[in-house]
Nanobody
Framework: QVQLVESGGGLVQAGGSLRLSCLASGSIFSINTMGWYRQPPGKQRELVATITSGGVTNYADSVKGRFTISRDNSKKTVYLQMNSLKPEDTAVYYC?????????WGQGTQVTVSS
């Protein structure tokens, strides 16, 4: 069984920064793509950023230049550094990993950006 535990969410003022972490544990041989998604209030879940096992990254247009995704394979952890946060970044942020052909989700961490 695979478990994902996110941390690092919280309340921050506009223009501030937060760093999210997601630790994967369980019966894991290797992890393919790791990523972050978010669900703003009253909206559908959307892609924020992904990173492949080879380090290739992909970002939503809305976060390009402000957010940086990275991973530490030895720690089975993916990070999301979020800078220049805006009120519209307020959402529950979910970690997602692809292991072989299965996707796993974390429980989510709340990020609230005040104006």
């Amino acid at each position: 069984q695979v478990q994902l535990v996110e941390s690092g969410g919280g309340l921050v003022q506009a223009g501030g920064s937060l760093r999210l972490s997601c630790l994967a544990s369980g019966s894991i041989f290797s992890i393919n793509t790791m990523g972050w998604y978010r669900q703003p209030p009253g909206k559908q879940r959307e892609l924020v950023a992904t990173i492949t096992s080879g380090g290739v990254t992909n970002y939503a247009d809305s976060v390009k230049g402000r957010f940086t995704i990275s991973r530490d394979n030895s720690k089975k952890t993916v990070y999301l550094q979020m800078n220049s946060l805006k009120p519209e970044d307020t959402a529950v942020y979910y970690c997602n990993v692809l292991i072989i052909t299965h996707y796993f989700w974390g429980q989510g961490t709340q990020v609230t950006v005040s104006s």
